[in-house]
């Protein structure tokens, strides 16, 4: 199966109201998530910061979305920035922020250019992290340059870097709020009960204190509650 990206963009008629939406996105500038999605088959991956495109491959063309994202980017251009380009080879996909490296493929006729899929930071400031691409048997992926061990295990090797992007807690983006609503509600309900959770420890700790006279923590609630609550933020 072969995704054609204006297909994917405007579906087989574009509603009248796609101008519109396109302009809106154009206007986003705080990072999204790139979102990655695997071919029928499971060979290939296509990365997309676009809700409509990711909903049109699994719908139309039968990819699966992957869980989490491949960090947060950005649609438009910033201070610092750079493109990534996205070129497509059959099922598989393939991004680039070099653009000799988009010419030459593209110029071997196996590969087509799709244009830009998004701009990350060209170098590392804080809170970012570096994206590399990697590659198996015709297959490109992207992650995060402290997964390399474990994708190296896994038959891939590194073939470049692409940029540096944000540690976003997507969770907290008013972004993610709005494309993800119900996520955001789980993970809303998720943090009250975190908060009520703490409010009982205190309350217990205290009330043990006053009856006992001592001042460590109450047996059971102090390492063992903050254990159980890292568990709970991997798990979420």
Request: no cysteine; net charge positive; aromatic share 8%.
């Given at each position: 199966?072969?995704?054609?990206?204006?297909?994917?963009?405007?579906?087989?008629?574009?509603?009248?109201?796609?101008?519109?939406?396109?302009?809106?996105?154009?206007?986003?500038?705080?990072?999204v998530?790139?979102?990655?999605?695997?071919?029928?088959?499971?060979?290939?991956?296509?990365?997309?910061?676009?809700?409509?495109?990711?909903?049109?491959?699994?719908?139309?063309?039968?990819?699966?979305?992957?869980?989490?994202?491949?960090?947060?980017?950005?649609?438009?251009?910033?201070?610092?920035?750079?493109?990534?380009?996205?070129?497509r080879?059959?099922?598989?996909?393939?991004?680039?922020?070099?653009?000799?490296?988009?010419?030459?493929?593209?110029?071997?006729?196996?590969?087509?250019?799709?244009?830009?899929?998004?701009?990350?930071?060209?170098r590392?400031?804080?809170?970012?992290?570096?994206?590399?691409?990697?590659?198996r048997?015709?297959?490109?992926?992207?992650?995060?340059?402290?997964?390399?061990?474990?994708?190296?295990?896994?038959?891939?090797?590194?073939?470049?870097?692409?940029?540096?992007?944000?540690?976003?807690?997507?969770?907290?983006?008013?972004?993610?709020?709005?494309?993800?609503?119900?996520?955001?509600?789980?993970?809303?309900?998720?943090?009250?009960?975190?908060?009520?959770?703490?409010?009982?420890?205190?309350?217990?700790?205290?009330?043990?204190?006053?009856?006992?006279?001592?001042?460590?923590?109450?047996?059971?609630?102090?390492?063992?509650?903050?254990?159980?609550?890292?568990?709970?933020?991997?798990?979420?």
């Amino acid at each position: 199966m072969v995704i054609a990206a204006a297909l994917l963009m405007a579906g087989p008629t574009a509603p009248a109201g796609n101008a519109e939406a396109t302009t809106v996105a154009a206007k986003v500038t705080d990072p999204v998530p790139m979102m990655e999605l695997l071919a029928p088959g499971g060979k290939g991956r296509l990365y997309t910061l676009s809700t409509a495109e990711a909903a049109a491959a699994v719908s139309l063309y039968g990819f699966t979305r992957q869980a989490g994202q491949v960090g947060h980017w950005r649609m438009a251009a910033f201070t610092g920035s750079q493109p990534v380009y996205r070129l497509r080879s059959g099922s598989s996909y393939l991004l680039t922020a070099s653009a000799s490296e988009r010419d030459s493929l593209a110029a071997t006729g196996r590969f087509e250019v799709e244009g830009v899929a998004g701009h990350l930071a060209q170098r590392h400031t804080a809170g970012t992290k570096r994206l590399m691409r990697f590659s198996r048997s015709g297959e490109w992926r992207v992650a995060f340059e402290d997964h390399s061990q474990e994708l190296i295990a896994a038959g891939y090797r590194v073939d470049r870097a692409l940029g540096w992007a944000p540690r976003v807690d997507s969770r907290r983006s008013h972004l993610f709020r709005h494309v993800q609503p119900e996520v955001h509600q789980r993970h809303y309900r998720h943090e009250e009960r975190l908060r009520t959770r703490r409010r009982l420890v205190g309350r217990r700790t205290r009330l043990f204190r006053r009856r006992s006279g001592r001042t460590e923590e109450h047996p059971g609630l102090g390492r063992g509650f903050l254990a159980s609550e890292a568990r709970d933020r991997v798990l979420r």
